[in-house]
């Protein structure tokens, strides 16, 4: 398992060099805004990448629109679930599916939303065939389409998944959205879909303590995934992706948070290696 961090997509391209002065030679590569998706971009980006000795693992692609982190306008504003913004969005992530396509990378990343858990519900089908549609498209370019854990519980992300049916999908295990949502253990969702995960980010918090807001994140380790046993659990599912540090907040702190996380994650993985 190798450590990594997250990496805005810039037009400056020293993103590569922050990633490197931390010790570390990959990142994902993530961006929300869709100017930027633009071949020669991509193409400088791979470039520079190299010129730093970072390996990209992923991009995470995000949509245009409007995106409202809780439970009150989250399930109206996120991923492919809201119907107003569906098919701009399924554009979006093609148009991203080529950029990585261009930047070399196996797969593209994305929250597609409060996704709908009552089979019989009337977007069910509607937002399963959307979802389909962009793997579909991503499988056709010879790439993954990987979903980001948070809005949905284990099992209904597990339904999705085989009711898609398609051979290059994958789960980026995000263990702190579990929790920050509400959603489910992330040691035992492992048991549901651990098969899946491609990719983890590296990212800690709390459970929500009030019916409308999301749980606190925290520094990786200090909250409620119990990293240690979950790394385990992960290296015992013969997991080999990558780890890619994930700290949602700005400034000094991030930077020493982000520091320190490293240095455990390689901690802990080099503890039950040996």
Known sequence: MEVGVMSDLSEGLKNFDVVADFGLSCCQLVSWNTQLCKLELARKSKKAAADAGVRITAFWAGVPGPARWNFTEGPLTLGLVP?????VRVEALKRWAEFAVELEVPAIITHCGFLPENMTDHEYLP???AIKDVAGYCKKLGIGFWFETGQETPVTLLR???EIGLDNLGINLDPANLILYGRG??????????????????KDGFYPTNGKSLGREVRVGTGAVRFPEFLRKLHGLGYQGDLIIEREISGEQQRADIA???????????????
Request: net charge negative.
């Open 83 to 87: 119907p107003e913004f569906r098919w």
């Open 185 to 202: 253990n992330p040691v035992d969702a492992l048991d549901v879909f651990g098969k899946y995960v491609t990719c983890i980010h590296a």
């Open 260 to 274: 320190q996380t490293v240095e455990d994650l390689r901690g802990w993985v080099a503890g039950f290696k040996g």
């Open 160 to 162: 999705y998944i085989e």
């Open 127 to 129: 937002v399963l065939l």
